[in-house]
């Protein structure tokens, strides 16, 4: 069955090309570009992905994204934007976004972020399961904080633990150090970022003895984790 997405847009010209091109690799595409229609659209379709432009007619995405996370918690949202400024990017994260990409972009780049939410959706319902998730040759207990290798146990600080999970549900995809930042230390200045810099070592050296396994640092982007 085609993974159901619906998607608010009032850049009609632009939305035609991307709902054409996400129909053209499978996906089922319901466009609006009404603020207003969005969430009627929501129930009844009830799709896997949202995928919310913030500037729109009578109703913006941040007011439409609230008003789905009142009926759907864990229901993956990806917001597309024109502004650059870090506060519209951490009020996305905050409204229950898990995504966020900024215009222009390429239809790769979505297709990408819409496979990755979707990974991240199971990815946290073992989380959230209390199991085990299985990262290479380790075991990662995420609520107990644990990383395990064969008999050998390394007990995580709760910010290394939330580091490898975001790292991990993000896997073979780049995030960003701004991202991480505002997810996790709530602002990006030098301190938290020198700090990022001494927990992705650690990490590093707790998945060694897995080589497949490896932290790519993206030299002016971010981070990539590579898990094959």
């Known amino acids: 069955m085609a993974t159901k997405i619906l998607y608010a847009e009032d850049e009609l010209f632009l939305g035609k090309i991307v709902k054409e091109s996400l129909e053209s690799r499978g996906y089922e595409v319901t466009m609006e570009a009404d603020g207003n229609k969005v969430l009627s659209h929501f129930t009844q379709l009830q799709p896997q992905v949202c995928v919310l432009d913030i500037m729109l007619p009578n109703k913006d995405g941040f007011a439409i994204a609230e008003e789905i996370r009142n009926i759907n918690k864990s229901i993956p949202i990806i917001f597309l934007t024109a502004k650059t400024q870090t506060e519209d990017l951490v009020k996305g994260f905050r409204m229950g976004g898990n995504d966020y990409i900024r215009k222009p972009f390429s239809m790769e780049e979505l297709i990408v972020r819409i496979e990755n939410v979707l990974n991240q959706k199971t990815d946290k319902s073992a ?3 209390n199991q085990p998730v299985k990262i290479g040759s380790y075991h990662f207990h995420s609520h107990q904080q644990l990383l395990k290798y064969e008999s050998e146990e390394k007990k995580l600080s709760f910010r290394e633990s939330e580091l ?3 790292l991990y ?3 073979d995809t780049i995030i960003s150090r701004k991202e991480i930042l505002m997810l996790l230390w709530g602002n990006d200045n030098f301190f938290n970022s020198r700090n990022l810099d001494v927990y992705i070592t650690k990490l590093r050296s707790y998945l060694k003895l897995d080589e ?3 932290i790519i640092t ?3 982007v971010g981070y990539r984790f590579i898990t094959n």
């Open 127 to 129: 989380y959230e399961s």
């Open 164 to 166: 490898l999970k975001l």
């Open 169 to 171: 549900v993000n896997r």
């Open 212 to 214: 497949t396994l490896q």
């Open 218 to 220: 993206v030299k002016g």
